[in-house]
């Protein structure tokens, strides 16, 4: 496998350097921009691996420049935000980003960017079949497509790997911790991830087919996974 390169946008230098330190230890390749000015000219001429893209820069709102890199690029993108809620967390995957991480958190970890990061772009190894059809899903594993009553949606790569996690393992309840261990393979991920991506899910499957809602919530359990009529 390359080298993994990652494009840091971030204008606190005591930040960036944090996090360029911790990535270099990992022998991943950074680029550093402190303005959104260079970053689709970068996009262009550089091969990026995944970006982490702070919303308050000085130049353009790292909200508005996720969508102009939307529009040509799927490279991930991880938000880095000095607030940390739902509201916070559903705009930023609406927008399409791939994972946040709070600058709020006290201490503040560079080793979990560094993990939230390979997550995004080290290949996994799966353990299915390219084709899977339950109920009205149909996963392209080859593709990265899933397909719900013949309409292909569109997900961000954490809402495929979450659907794909419900799609194949139907029936019985998981707790947010398992989901988490399962899909993310990382528990320093707030729980409340899971709740944002579900949330996120089921906007999505209830566009298409508002009479059902595949995933039922259990409370103070977890989650499990069934077409059923609502």
């Known amino acids: 496998m390359t080298t993994p390169h990652v494009l840091i946008v971030e204008d606190e230098y005591a930040l960036a350097d944090e996090i360029i330190t911790?990535?270099?230890?990992?022998?991943?390749?950074?680029?550093?921009l402190d303005k959104a000015q260079d970053v689709l000219e970068t996009l262009a001429t550089e091969s990026i691996d995944c970006i982490l893209l702070d919303i308050g820069l000085p130049d353009i709102d790292g909200t508005i420049l996720c969508k102009k890199i939307r529009q040509h690029h799927s490279t991930p993108i991880v938000f880095l935000t000095a607030k940390f809620d739902e509201h916070t967390a559903g705009f930023c995957y609406d927008l399409g980003a791939n994972d946040f991480i709070s600058k709020g958190s006290t201490p503040f970890s560079p080793n979990l960017v560094v993990k939230k990061v390979q997550a995004l772009v080290t290949p996994t190894t799966v353990s299915l079949d390219d084709i899977v059809h339950y109920e009205a899903f149909r996963v392209d594993d080859g593709k990265k497509d899933i397909t719900y009553h013949e309409t292909?949606?569109?997900?961000?790569?954490?809402?495929?790997?979450?659907?794909?996690?419900f799609i194949t393992h139907p029936?019985?309840?998981?707790?947010?911790?398992?989901?988490?261990?399962?899909?993310?393979?990382d528990w320093e991920i707030d729980p409340q991830t899971v709740d944002v991506n579900v949330k996120n899910l089921r906007k999505k499957l209830k566009a298409i087919n508002p009479a059902t809602d595949p995933i039922k919530t259990h409370p103070t359990f977890g989650y499990s996974f069934g077409e059923e009529r609502i």
Request: a positive charge; aromatic letters at 12%.
């Open 22 to 32: 911790a990535f270099r230890l990992e022998k991943i390749r950074c680029t550093h």
């Open 152 to 165: 292909v949606l569109a997900l961000t790569s954490t809402e495929y790997r979450l659907l794909q996690f």
């Open 171 to 185: 029936g019985r309840v998981w707790s947010r911790t398992q989901i988490i261990d399962r899909v993310w393979k």
